[in-house]
Structures are given as C-alpha cells and as structure tokens.
C-alpha cells in the first residue's frame, strides 16, 4: 500500500504530496484524513494521508507511525482545504494547519492530551466498617461513578484491597458549559417576519440589516434552535473576544452543553477539549472566532456570521482567507444557509443584497421599543477656540447629569496608551521607532515610550535629544491620559478602563466587562475594543473623544470604517427602558459618514459612498489584490518590487491593472521594508490562476519575501 502525504514543512509549491510506503501491519489503520510520521531526509515529520494507492512510480520509504485511528480532516475539509489555498494563493499545508487547534500541530512543543479523571465504582456489595468507608458505599449506592478525589485516600485503599471498589478513569471537559437552562425568547412581531422571510428565502445567503438592538441575536438563537431540531449542526461566528464573553452567556443558557465554544481567550487545554466534543459528535452547535468557520461538522444546517462587516473574519497573516467565503463554500456543500448579520454591512455585502445574489433582510426597530438614540456632533475646531481640548462642555454636563442619576457612560478613544506621541516643542522633534517609521506611544503610566507595531520601548527623556530643550509636550490624546484627565475632574467616579494593556491578562477582559454590567463603575473609557456589541442597560451616555483617528487612514475603507465604528459605538447608548445620548467630538463636522451616522441612515450612506467606489475602481466594482515584496537590504526590495511590478504588466495587462510599486506603499517595520504592487480586476479565474504561477517565482529569491493578500481589507 502506497500513500500520498502532504507534510508540515512550507514548501511553496502548493499540493506537492510525497509517496510512502506502509507496511503491512500498519495498513489496516490508514484512512484518507489521518495523520502520519514519515521519514523525510534526516528528519521525521508529521503529514496529512491525502490519497491511498496501490503502487508508486517512486522508491519509496516507509512510514514510521500512524498518528490519528480517526480522520481528523473530513473529506469535506480536505477538498475545502484545496480551494481555500488556490483562491488565497497559500500553501495547502498551512490551511490544513489552520483548521486544527494548536494541539494538533506537529510543531507544537507543549503537549496537550486528553485530561482524564479517577472516580470509584463498585465491586461487591459488602459491610463495611469506619465512618468514612461506609459514606462512600452510600454514595455509590446512589451514584454509579463518584469521584475519587472527593474521599480521603486512606479509606479508598483499604475498600480497594478488600477488592470492594475499583478505580476507572474518565475524559474530563476542562470547559464545562452545561448551565441551568433558559426558555428560549419568542420572537417579536417584526423579529418573526425576518425569521420567515430567511426561511423563505430563494437564495442560501441572506443579509440581516437590523439596526443595534433590534433583535438579530435573538433570531440567530431560533434559527439555530430550529436547525438542531431538524438534526443538523450550526456554527456561529462572532467576530472578536470583547463580544463573546455576553453572546456566549446568552447561548449558554438556551442551549447549554450542546454547544462548543471556540475562541482565542481558550487554553490550548480547554480549545482542544472543545474541538474533541465537535470530532466525537457531541455537540451540533459551536460559536466562536474565525477560525470556527472550520468545525469539523458533517451535516451543517446554518451558519451564522454576526457583525459581518467585522475585519476580524479576515486573516490576514499567512494563510490568509476570509472566513466568510470559507462559509459559502461550506453552505454550497451541505446544501445549507448563510446568515449574514450587521447593522452597519459591509459596502461590498449590500451591494450583493441589492443586485439580488443576496437576500435582504430588513430589521428597523429597536426591540422592546427602545429608541434610537439621540446623536449630536460637536465641531471640535470651534471647542478648542474656547480653550477645550479633551472634552466639550456638553460631553462634560452630560457625564455629570449620568453621574447625578446613577447611569452609566462609555467613553471611546481608539489610540490606548496616554498620548500619541511627545514633541519637542521648540524643534518639533518626534520620537520615532528606531526599527519601524512610525511615531512612539507615550505611555504614562510605565513612563514609556512604545511602538505599537514591534513593542520597543524605551525610556522617556526629559531633555530633547536634537536641540537640548526642556519643554517637551505630549500631544494627542489616548485612553490613559483621557481617564486620568476624568478622574481629575469627576472626583469619586468610579472609572475602569479596557484596551490592549488593561486586559492582556487571562480573565482581565470579562472582569471589566462583568464589573461594569454589574454597575460596579460609573464610566468605561475604551478602545474600539468597547465599540462593538456589548448590552450594558445602564449606559444612557456615549461619548467618542476623537471620530478623526479612523478618517485619517489612507484607506479606502476609512469612510466605511468611521460609518460603521460610529453607529456601533452609538448602539451602545439606551439599549433598555432609558433614553440614550451619544456626543460625537470630531474636527470634521460635515464628513458624510459621519452625518449619516448620526441619523442612523445606512442606506444614504451607502449610495453615497457606492458612487466614490465606483469612481474610483474599488470594490465591489473591481477586487483588489495587494503583492507585498519585503526584504531587509532597501535597494533589493525596491528593485524587485519593481521588477514584479513591470513583469505583471507585461505578461497579464489584459485582464489586470498594476499599480505601483508607489514610495506611498514603503513602511519600514521591526527593521524590514516593505513595498506593495496593487492590482485591480474583474476576472477572479484568471487571476488566481496568474498569482498562483506569480507565487513560485520567488521562491528561491532567499533576499525578499512576497506576500500575497487577495481581496485586502485595507490598503
Ligand atoms: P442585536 O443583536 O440586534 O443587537 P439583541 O438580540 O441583542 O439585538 O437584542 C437587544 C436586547 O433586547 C437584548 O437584551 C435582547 O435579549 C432583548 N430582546 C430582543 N428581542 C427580544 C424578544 N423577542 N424577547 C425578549 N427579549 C428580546
Ligand atoms: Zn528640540
Ligand atoms: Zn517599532
């Protein structure tokens, strides 16, 4: 018996397989999706049995293990694995890797096994004597299994020898996610129309545009109910950890130990336990993370992606993918749904519900007839003529009157750390990153000044290093210094901050989370990381220090980033009984995006920035791929950027147009440049097909790297 098997080493070439030999003792376990140990030069290496032949064309050697009894790849999985790698122009290997918890990985150092536990059954019935001996039959007479750990030693040996009990071990779960179950909710009127009209629906991808807190939850949470009544399996997808913590409470308590849940947040123990009970059929609903979108399911039956526009379902370090075309790929197979959901889409997904490859869904009220809230914009450029810098006179009053009621605030800042950066103010030095071109974080709390791209840092100066003067300045503002200027001027506020520092540690995330449901604070002053999906019934007052820092991106994405993070942050606000208020402080009062999205008017927001796309060759008119060349010496890079460049254009002008190298796309980052070759087109075939002939020709160039990102999210 011959197999083929792609082993865990990047080569580029992306299928090549590698022909061994199985002895006969072996053969009996090889199954297509199982893993294996083979010898491959001086070294063993791990690989996934793709093909199971009769004879080879090569000398072959023979296998030295048999990894897995069961396939851990289905073969679903398999051939989905294939498409993925061809369409993102990765290496099959990589997507295989990336379907499996880190525990599978042959690379992986720690190893994780299964987590057993010792309980006491019984042998015989027999007297016994001693307080502690005689509990322990009681118990066993009541319970068949009880665990051992619960006794003292001493009492358990003696039975043991009397040959009484024995010991059995059990796999334990270390995520145990049965709770006291909940009725599920039933749907309102307007939630129930949606719920049909998705049903109904002739195509198997609709879009649900409800505004925030309209109830879309609510109907994934029936539609998944229904489809594990008709005895097939749901994925959710949420898009980052902030959101999870709430959202997975809610399934918890309506479907309990039926779901798997996994998420970055999880151990590689918990992740690993997770995905066994999903391999051993345990569950038929799993929510999680972008990687989920790869549960081993047999029979899908809906697939749920909440916050769609979210640019966490795209991966964007190798293997790219997106996992929201991993999901069409999966609901073609299994013959099932995709469910799309956002109150802010993405432009490109409602341009697919309005040219009808999508259906549309339309939610527009509030639940339990909450309103919207009430957005006002402050024009920050007339503020700072009244000597306002951090805060307006309305965001001030407003967060004293929620203080005066005992309501509660959320404060959005997206840079974290105290300022963005220190000047010299008599030279204007700034304080770079010597590894990346990007100006250092002042953080004030450690005294430092960071780089938010490759985490040096290094100390604060008080003298400036190019003319000697004393007066440095921060400028700019972040999430510390904004909770610091609060707590000065609202004495006994309680405060509690979330980004990126406050809750690196395990757990540190849902405490915030938890305290601040728990209206153990008064205001929460965050990063985007507050942004999203949170339920706080308390919050009447959301305020955004800074709408600028997005629509300053030179991106074409900026004014749909600044739309959407608006009118998230604004749906925080009176999602109860309670009216809301959101203050919006920007220097550009009349941007479009953000007029639209004070007036919660998607759609008049879309038909605006639809023509710019147009205008401009973007998507959903034209897809986008971004070809970054990377290398340490500047003058290879640039040249083989170019190089690059000029061949595209020579060989497949036809169906592509190249732009650059530009010096617009040089970034210099932890000491390596980089530079890009942007292409725009129409022909999604041909074009794979180029970039994957494109892939190989630099793969013996050791000098640069390229990196290719189809469909970018942002340039
Ligand atoms: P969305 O996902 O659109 O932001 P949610 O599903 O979170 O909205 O709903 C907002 C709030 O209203 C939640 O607290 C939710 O439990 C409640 N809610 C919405 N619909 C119903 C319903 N039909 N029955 C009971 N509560 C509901
Ligand atoms: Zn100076
Ligand atoms: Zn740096």
Do not use: W
Not at 12 to 39: A, C, H, S, W
Not at 498 to 505: E, G, Y
């Amino acid at each position: 018996m011959i197999i083929k098997v792609l082993v865990e080493i990047n080569i580029n070439k992306q299928e090549k397989t590698f022909d061994y030999n199985v002895p006969l003792d072996m053969q009996k376990y090889i199954k297509i999706g199982i893993r294996v140990k083979v010898p491959f030069g001086k070294q063993t290496l791990e690989g996934f049995v793709l093909e199971i032949n009769e004879n080879s064309d090569y000398k072959v050697k023979d296998i030295i293990k048999v990894v897995d009894f069961e396939p851990i790849l289905n073969k679903e999985l398999l051939s989905l694995g294939k498409v993925i790698a061809k369409e993102n122009v990765v290496n099959l290997i990589n997507v295989y890797q990336a379907m499996l918890p880190k525990a599978y990985k042959a690379s992986n150092k720690t190893s994780i096994n299964i987590k057993e536990e010792k309980y006491i059954t019984l042998v015989k019935e027999e007297e016994v004597k001693g307080k502690n001996q005689i509990k322990i039959i009681n118990d066993l007479k009541e319970n068949k299994m009880i665990l051992k750990s619960n006794y003292p030693d001493s009492s358990v040996k003696s039975l043991l020898e009397k040959n009484i009990i024995k010991i059995v071990s059990k796999e334990v779960y270390r995520l145990d996610n049965s709770c006291d179950l909940k009725p599920i909710n039933k749907l309102n009127e307007e939630q129930a129309r949606c719920f049909d009209e998705i049903n109904n629906s002739k195509n198997d991808v609709c879009l649900l545009n409800g505004v925030t807190g309209s109830g879309k939850t609510e109907i994934y949470i029936n539609l998944i109910n229904q489809t594990i009544n008709e005895g097939k399996e749901a994925i959710m997808l949420v898009p980052e950890i902030s959101l999870t913590t709430q959202i997975i409470e809610r399934f918890k308590r309506n479907f309990g130990d039926k779901i798997a849940i996994l998420h970055s947040s999880l151990s590689d123990g918990e992740r690993f336990d997770e995905y066994r009970k999903i391999l051993k059929g345990e569950v038929k609903i799993v929510v999680g993370a972008r990687s989920a979108i790869f549960a081993p399911f047999n029979n899908i039956g809906l697939i749920v992606i909440d916050e769609e526009h979210s640019s966490t379902y795209k991966q964007d370090h190798n293997p790219r993918y997106n996992a929201i075309d991993v999901a069409i790929h999966r609901i073609k197979y299994h013959n099932a749904k995709l469910v799309l959901g956002s109150a802010t889409p993405s432009i490109e997904s409602f341009a697919r519900a309005k040219t009808g490859h999508y259906t549309l869904v339309k939610l527009d009220k509030r639940a339990n007839n909450a309103k919207l809230p009430l957005v006002t914009i402050i024009d920050m450029q007339k503020e700072i003529k009244k000597g306002n810098k951090t805060f307006s006179n309305d965001l001030l009053l407003a967060i004293e009157d929620r203080l005066n009621k005992k309501e509660q605030t959320m404060l959005l800042i997206n840079k974290r750390g105290y300022s963005s950066y220190l000047m010299c103010e008599d030279c204007g030095y700034v304080y770079k990153c010597p590894n990346c071109d990007i100006t250092l974080t002042y953080h004030k709390t450690s005294e430092m000044n960071r780089c938010h791209y490759c985490g040096y840092a290094e100390n604060k100066m008080d003298i400036c290093p190019s003319c000697g003067s004393e007066s440095i300045k921060s400028f700019g503002l972040g999430t510390e210094k904004v909770e610091e200027e609060i707590k000065n001027r609202f004495k006994g506020a309680r405060v509690l901050r979330m980004d990126i520092d406050t809750t690196s540690r395990k757990g540190a995330h849902s405490k915030i989370i938890n305290d601040f449901y728990d209206n153990k604070a008064d205001i929460l002053i965050g990063t985007q990381m507050i942004a999203k999906g949170l339920d706080f019934p308390n919050v009447t007052l959301v305020g955004v220090i800074n709408a600028d820092t997005i629509l300053n991106l030179p991106d074409f994405r900026s004014n749909e980033k600044t739309y959407q993070l608006i009118s998230q942050v604004s749906g925080r606000a009176g999602r109860d009984k309670k009216a809301g208020k959101v203050i919006i402080q920007t220097y550009n009062a009349d941007n479009e995006a953000i007029v639209k999205a004070k007036n919660h008017d998607y759609e008049s927001f879309y038909n605006e920035e639809i023509k710019v796309r147009k205008k401009l060759n973007y998507p959903p008119y034209f897809f986008l791929a971004n070809l970054i060349v990377s290398g340490k010496d500047f003058k290879t890079t640039i040249k083989e950027a170019e190089k690059l460049g000029n061949y595209l254009r020579i060989k497949y002008n036809s169906f592509m147009m190249v732009l650059g190298p530009s010096v617009a796309s040089l970034s210099k980052i932890n000491n390596i440049y980089y530079f890009s070759v942007i292409i725009k087109y129409r022909n999604k075939e041909k074009v794979v097909k180029a970039l994957n002939e494109v892939k190989v020709l630099t793969e013996n160039n050791r000098q640069i790297k390229l990196d290719i990102d189809v469909n970018p999210i942002s340039l």
